[in-house]
């Protein structure tokens, strides 16, 4: 195994968040925060030196690497890079101890949104950090999944391929610039756009940046405790919604759509199959929500509605999508958005394959001589293909079961067990608080939380990854 060639990316990574920290100190200055400042631009001098010693010791690293190095690649980023970001918490002694520090910095890295945190105690300066985390986190997600998850699924379904997914043997990691440039750009312009809409329409400047930030990576953490509206106008409200449907939408098509300029080509984006579903749920639960609530709290309904769906989680009215019952909340979460986006969860496309396959051996078992290939967006797929997703999903769902027991032996009730591990495994940290408000994540002990930030990373990872590598099979020669 090429270790040299994981630990210049490695270095490479910390140089990232080390140029982060920089940009945040100037902020600070900015802001008159010179002590924020200070902390985070000797933050920013330390990781930087650590990042160029580790990339100029492994500069002489091979040009190639296999998939198996870029699996592991993506397991050690996930488990190392938020000790980098979470030490701003643990300078600035916002957080009891490195435990808490470490929950933060995971949560919004991997877009979750959950915090032990009250925002109104934090400098602007540290606000921003965990927006700009958000951010970068949704960054990564997607580079990782149209880069690494793309070659690691190419015999399955092809769930993470995509218009911008190409594959030379042994270059996987020299594509991380180039589809890091384009899906930078994408989400820049996207946030930059929200930023623009929500200060027009009334929002707070700092706010603006802070949430335009946190939407399109679907983030769910908010610069200001309580609900949106407060600070937010309904269209202010709209323009987020819409914002994290982008983040929650499959980033190759917004691509290709902005790369074209075709207003043609932007409708026919609605079509995509990933699409059409996110709009069904979201339809699906302004009728229910609706049938709730009444005419009264429809706008609020509605862009609460885009919010769950994309596994953001934004709270933006006291009376909203939080009156809907919790288990249709969670199960709502679970699914997710597209797969080559922000957004966490299952992924819409896996559920509607395995509803398509499941709906093939239905029909099988009353036909059994008759051949009935599975059909999907006018391709044949084979039944071997599928094996990739059922064993996600049972690996999912056992991730699932396993945190809801770890977390009830840790101290919490069945029911709070239940949010709380969907929350974090789908990374869609707001759900608690909606589904049970009388629990806070900084009311759990030290444990509870070290398990949820686990689960967390699990998450974001994707459980299958995980699990391979912990597989033996992985480090035989």
Same mark, same amino acid.
């Given at each position: 195994?090429?270790?040299?060639?994981?630990?210049?990316?490695?270095?490479?990574?910390?140089?990232?968040?080390?140029?982060?920290?920089?940009?945040?100190?100037?902020?600070?200055?900015?802001?008159?925060?010179?002590?924020?400042?200070?902390?985070?631009?000797?933050?920013?001098?330390?990781?930087?030196?650590?990042?160029?010693?580790?990339?100029?010791?492994?500069?002489?690293?091979?040009?190639?690497?296999?998939?198996?190095?870029?699996?592991?690649?993506?397991?050690?980023?996930?488990?190392?890079?938020?000790?980098?970001?979470?030490?701003?918490?643990?300078?600035?002694?916002?957080?009891?101890?490195?435990?808490?520090?470490?929950?933060?910095?995971?949560?919004?890295?991997?877009?979750?949104?959950?915090?032990?945190?009250?925002?109104?105690?934090?400098?602007?300066?540290?606000?921003?950090?965990?927006?700009?985390?958000?951010?970068?986190? !949704?960054? $990564? *997600?997607?580079?990782?999944?149209?880069?690494?998850? #793309? &070659?690691?699924?190419?015999?399955?379904?092809? =769930?993470? @391929?995509?218009?911008?997914?190409?594959?030379?043997?042994?270059?996987?990691?020299?594509?991380?610039?180039?589809?890091?440039?384009?899906?930078?750009?994408?989400?820049?312009?996207?946030?930059?756009?929200?930023?623009?809409?929500?200060?027009?329409?009334?929002?707070?400047?700092?706010?603006?940046?802070?949430?335009?930030?946190?939407?399109?990576?679907?983030?769910?953490?908010?610069?200001?405790?309580?609900?949106?509206?407060?600070?937010?106008?309904?269209? !202010?409200? $709209? *323009?987020?919604?819409?914002?994290?449907?982008?983040? #929650? &939408?499959?980033?190759?098509?917004?691509?290709? =759509?902005? @790369?074209?300029?075709?207003?043609?080509?932007?409708?026919e984006s609605f079509i995509n199959v990933e699409h059409r579903g996110t709009f069904v749920i979201v339809g699906g639960l302004v009728l229910v929500g609706f049938f709730y609530t009444g005419f009264v709290h429809l706008h609020t309904i509605i862009v609460e509605s885009v919010f769950i769906a994309t596994t953001t989680g934004f709270d933006y009215h006291v009376i909203g999508i939080d009156i809907l019952p919790p288990s249709l909340l969670i199960a709502i979460v679970l699914i997710g958005g597209s797969a080559l986006s922000t957004a966490g969860g299952v992924k819409i496309i896996r559920m509607l394959l395995l509803m398509r396959h499941l709906k093939t051996d239905l029909n099988r078992?009353?036909?059994?001589?008759?051949?009935?290939?599975?059909?999907?967006?006018?391709?044949?797929?084979?039944?071997?293909?599928?094996?990739?997703?059922?064993?996600?999903?049972?690996?999912?769902?056992?991730?699932?079961?396993?945190?809801?027991?770890?977390?009830?032996?840790?101290?919490?009730?069945?029911?709070?067990?239940?949010?709380?591990?969907?929350?974090?495994?789908?990374?869609?940290?707001?759900?608690?608080?909606?589904?049970?408000?009388?629990?806070?994540?900084?009311?759990?002990?030290?444990?509870?939380?070290?398990?949820?930030?686990?689960?967390?990373?699990?998450?974001?990872?994707?459980?299958?990854?995980?699990?391979?590598?912990?597989?033996?099979?992985?480090?035989?020669?």
């Amino acid at each position: 195994m090429a270790v040299s060639r994981i630990f210049l990316w490695l270095g490479y990574g910390v140089l990232f968040f080390a140029s982060l920290m920089f940009l945040t100190a100037l902020f600070g200055v900015l802001s008159n925060e010179f002590t924020a400042a200070e902390v985070f631009f000797e933050l920013s001098c330390l990781t930087g030196i650590v990042g160029a010693i580790i990339s100029i010791a492994a500069r002489n690293a091979p040009k190639k690497e296999s998939t198996r190095e870029a699996l592991v690649f993506l397991f050690v980023f996930w488990l190392l890079m938020p000790f980098v970001a979470c030490l701003p918490y643990v300078a600035l002694q916002n957080t009891p101890n490195l435990a808490y520090a470490y929950f933060e910095a995971v949560s919004a890295l991997t877009t979750t949104g959950a915090s032990t945190l009250t925002a109104e105690n934090l400098p602007d300066s540290l606000l921003l950090w965990r927006s700009l985390l958000q951010w970068s986190g !949704g960054v $990564i *997600v997607a580079i990782f999944a149209v880069v690494i998850l #793309a &070659a690691l699924n190419l015999s399955g379904t092809g =769930v993470h @391929r995509s218009l911008l997914f190409t594959l030379k043997k042994g270059e996987l990691f020299s594509r991380f610039l180039e589809i890091g440039r384009i899906i930078s750009f994408v989400y820049f312009v996207i946030s930059f756009v929200c930023f623009v809409l929500l200060s027009l329409f009334g929002t707070p400047l700092f706010e603006a940046l802070c949430l335009s930030l946190s939407a399109i990576s679907t983030g769910g953490l908010t610069p200001r405790s309580g609900t949106l509206h407060t600070y937010v106008s309904n269209i !202010g409200g $709209i *323009v987020l919604a819409l914002t994290c449907l982008l983040g #929650a &939408a499959n980033v190759s098509i917004i691509w290709d =759509v902005m @790369r074209r300029r075709n207003l043609g080509k932007f409708f026919e984006s609605f079509i995509n199959v990933e699409h059409r579903g996110t709009f069904v749920i979201v339809g699906g639960l302004v009728l229910v929500g609706f049938f709730y609530t009444g005419f009264v709290h429809l706008h609020t309904i509605i862009v609460e509605s885009v919010f769950i769906a994309t596994t953001t989680g934004f709270d933006y009215h006291v009376i909203g999508i939080d009156i809907l019952p919790p288990s249709l909340l969670i199960a709502i979460v679970l699914i997710g958005g597209s797969a080559l986006s922000t957004a966490g969860g299952v992924k819409i496309i896996r559920m509607l394959l395995l509803m398509r396959h499941l709906k093939t051996d239905l029909n099988r078992m009353s036909h059994p001589s008759r051949v009935m290939p599975v059909r999907f967006q006018g391709q044949t797929i084979e039944d071997k293909a599928f094996l990739s997703i059922w064993m996600y999903f049972f690996g999912y769902t056992l991730v699932f079961a396993f945190g809801i027991i770890a977390l009830g032996a840790a101290g919490l009730d069945f029911t709070y067990a239940v949010s709380a591990c969907a929350a974090a495994l789908s990374n869609t940290g707001p759900l608690l608080e909606t589904t049970y408000p009388e629990l806070a994540y900084a009311d759990m002990n030290p444990l509870v939380l070290t398990i949820l930030t686990i689960i967390m990373l699990l998450g974001r990872i994707e459980v299958l990854a995980a699990f391979a590598v912990i597989s033996p099979s992985l480090w035989k020669t």
